[in-house]
């Protein structure tokens, strides 16, 4: 049987994770002092058709399903439209979803694994290139685990141990400068337990002392690895820049949980 609520509250929940369709006008401006050259009016806000915003709204149901990542051929494309207009139009499912739902999970689970192993072998061959391109920078090193690292200020004192919490200013970005995540979120720096992060944080971080500042340049195996995180794909070069501000003992660590670098939450 037909859902008759199904609809609403799905375009409501597409809804509520989009960007507010509008907003409260911005506060008075003050009125100009005597003799004050007066501002150009502000341009007048665009007026769109029912045609235009339909069209907008279709696409945003598509993004954010996720439907152009399935990597889907023209005749594919073809066959979900029709499905769609189907629903559209208010006819019945043209299967049993009961009987055909383990079936079209199991194929759309196999279109998002071939996506993700074409994207994994795109970037593994960036990153070969990459780090051919680093390894010809004589002022960055290289571990034999494959960690890169460049140090513009080693600090003063001892490095930190593995058991220690690091307080960091850092930002994380791909090797095509997309910032993925960065301190600079929190307002504040950051605070790590250093055995509790990436494999390539906890031994790069151990190159510097307090004060100190490097570029570090993480291979996906001391990363995410094929996992990948939003905003971080399959089989990436983690590339970042830290400044270590302080050192706190295991003993004087933080309680809570630990936001690893790179995540995003």
Request: net charge negative.
């Amino acid at each position: 049987m037909k859902s008759k609520h199904f609809a609403p509250a799905l375009i409501l929940s597409l809804l509520a994770a989009a960007p507010a369709f509008a907003q409260d006008g911005p506060a008075a401006a003050p009125a100009p002092a005597a003799g004050a050259p007066v501002a150009a009016a502000a341009p007048a806000a665009p007026t769109y058709t029912d045609a235009q915003l339909l069209e907008e709204f279709g696409w945003y149901i598509g993004k954010r399903t996720g439907l152009s990542e399935l990597g889907l051929s023209p005749a594919e494309s073809d066959l979900l439209t029709k499905g769609i207009l189907a629903s559209l139009n208010g006819k019945d499912s043209p299967y049993e979803i009961q009987k055909i739902g383990p079936a079209m999970t199991e194929f759309i689970q196999k279109k998002q694994t071939a996506i993700l192993e074409t994207i994994k072998t795109k970037n593994l061959s960036q990153d070969v290139a990459f780090f051919k391109h680093l390894d010809e920078d004589k002022t960055v090193q290289k571990l034999p685990d494959g960690l890169r690292f460049q140090i513009t200020n080693p600090g003063t004192g001892n490095p930190p141990k593995p058991t220690d919490t690091v307080r960091v200013n850092y930002t994380g970005t791909l090797i095509d400068g997309n910032v993925f995540d960065s301190s600079d979120r929190l307002g504040k720096p950051a605070e790590f337990e250093l055995d509790k992060v990436i494999p390539g944080w906890t031994e790069g971080m151990q190159k510097i002392a307090k004060g100190g500042k490097m570029k570090l340049y993480v291979p996906p195996q001391l990363g995410y690895g094929d996992d990948g995180r939003p905003g971080i794909p399959p089989g990436s070069v983690l590339v970042f820049d830290i400044e270590l501000i302080d050192i706190l003992p295991a003993a004087a660590a933080p309680a809570g949980t630990i936001t690893v670098p790179g995540s995003t939450k």
